[in-house]
């Protein structure tokens, strides 16, 4: 309903049922929170004081009046779920969506608006709620179980499942706090996977334990959603909401702003964050080393399209136009400007420098440059990147290098996202090759599936 | 599917060691000992003696009753009801109790738990639940009874004493106890949604079964002493109560005060030493002028523990008006704290 009037254009994206009764209505749903001190906690004294100076206010008519700030962590969102949506809700931090989900869940009270829900809600805004370090696996099991609103009929016929999901047979009667921390979050997550409400709310939960039990959670909550049953997910996880979520909305600041397919809201989403890699970072207060006699002063990441035109922001196999500007204070002669690429960890991935080209930089003191590298097509896996710089002349002098200058953030290409299952490794890469097949008929080439020698392949280029 | 119960009667053990000369008292607590004994047997997954305990049988059978009278899979499945309408509240709103015996469950873990994590890793297990009265008789004893020679209604001292300290130490460490009850779970309170009453309650229940525990003590004592008890014992369910509601409606006040004013964790154990001192105690109740006894009794605890002697020793004090006046206060303590709580009840998630 609420869906239609907010976005009348991308209603019909969204590939709700809309015969399926709707499980969750909200409407105009606004929370309030006051900043600063005052919301935390008051002690006696504060409140007799405060009371005291409301009573004073009400006689001497409003002389010290207390400038309480408040915001709205969720201002007049109204949306509709029905019946079998698996919902995604998206926003970066503080724009809203923890909040939605308390209330959705009922642990907070709303300022304003109401929602309806149908059916038994199960929420997980955390992994673990209700365990205690002290009592054994198994009884935490039980615990956590009923916290979360299970039968303890309902925890007894699923506990061979719960625990043989976690992996943790063999420590089940040993005391959680004597637990590694993977093992602790497997058992966690896998009491909360065997919730079975009709409606489940999901924080975030899927970043726990390792690659393999990350993938295993995917699955798990895929399986629940192909159930046919009602789920609200929030993630930064654009591949996971992409691939599993049937629907999604996008907060902003408290607001729904988007409602439409999973891709459409990811591409905004991922349009809102941060404008980074065309932003200028300046390198005066950078940790320097080398002779000093040339130093760099600035360095600007502009991702552009095939075409040459600017994007806002930085995909696998888009170009990268990577812009340094050095100022000189000591005379250099044919010195190699390079940059290197690392991966989060400091990892060395990729290097590019003026050498290569056979291009050198001469420079006399007071003379500015520029040096602009165009990266073609970069495969660099979406993550978080850092890109160091080097001027010097190799096995001679290092004239100024900078470890870490930037940080370069790759995010998912938004329409490539729905085919996106991550894969370990770097980054992506694709090869020129050529195929020879010997088979007794001898080499059949049908036409236009051999490569051309020295021609891009596009088969490799996707994963 | 495995009975829960089979299991149980194997590990029964070292119940000795926690119920003391109480023998015919058998409560199956072994497991709060937090020692098994032996493997158990392995067909059990549920490792909490779910209706074995003898003071929770009813919510088990009540379950088996509602579900045969109702095959509408709406009433087991669920917790809450079909439609809930979430909106802001403001002012005084309704208690919803029949959402706290809907999640009599989770009711019953917490208590489970409570008891489990409090006597873990101890050496004297549940002992402490008689130690303590014990030990505070013993002391009283010495310097009331002996020193002081503080009369004592023509009843021994010791005894006189433990008696009256038995409902007192349950009303102190479940007020003290629930009042921090919803601070030190802000952790699922911030996280997951149940009716919030249920985290005071489950702590002043947890309470009851140490209660139970010193209560067969009372019973050795009273043998040693040759004191038969009347035929008025059988009131002494109604004080109990009266223990028990005055003991939650102070702690559901305090606990929810405690959310927002920290200063009441420092309020707590000044409380309750001062009410010690305005219970009849160490000293009778006849110590008083016969027209101040009915202002007495307006702290609830003059009532249960009048009662107690009455019910128990035969005491001549005749506590009739006092209960009166005592049960009275009590109720409007519970049913206000209640109503208070709930009221305060919103903003817990936001504030804790």
Redesign the interface.
Known sequence: MSSDVAFPGEASLAPTPHEAPRVIRVSHLGKQYQLGARARYRTLREALVDSAKGIARSIGRGRTRRSVERFWALDDVSFDVAQGDVVGIVGRNGSGKSTLLKILSRIVEPTRGTVDLEGRVGSLLEVGTGFHPDLTGRENVFLSGAILGMRRTEIEKKFDEIVEFAEVERFIDTQVKHYSSGMYMRLAFSVAAHLEPDVLVVDEVLAVGDAAFQKKCLGKMGTVARHGRTVLFVSHNMGAVVSLCSRALLLQSGRLVLESDPITVAARYQATLTAAPTSTTDLAGAEHYGSGKARFVSLRFVPERRDGSTREMMCPGSRLRVETRIVCSAPIDSANVGITVYDASGYRLVDANTAMQGRFVSMKPGDEARVDFALDDVRLKPGTYLVGLWMGRSNVEDIDGILYAATLEVEPDPHQLQHSEQFPGSYLCAFKHSVVISTPAGDVAPPGVRDEPGQRSAAGVSR | ?PN?AVGFRDRRAGIESAAGNAADFQPRWTDLNGAWSGSGSSDS????P?FRIPYFPIPYFRRRVQRLRSPSPVT?????P????????RGWVALRLGEVVAYR??L??LV??DL??RY??TILGVAWAVLQPLLTMLVFALFFGRLARVPSDGVPYPLFAYTALVPWTFFATGLTLASNSLVGSA????????PRLTIPLATVLAGLVDFALAFPVLFGLMWWNGVAPTAQVVWLPVFIALAFATALGVGLWLSALNV????VRHVVPFLTQLWMFATPIAYPSSLLPEKWRTLYALNPMVGVVEGFRWALLGTATRPGPMIVVSGAAALALLIGGAFFFRRME??F???V
């Open positions: 599917m829960a997954r549920f490792p909490i779910y087991h499945t669920s917790i809450r079909h439609t809930l309408r979430i909106e802001p509240t469950e989770l019953y873990f489970w738990r489990k994590v873990k890793q952790n699922l309170i911030t996280k997951v949604y149940f927002e004013f920290r200063d919103r903003t998630a936001d504030v």
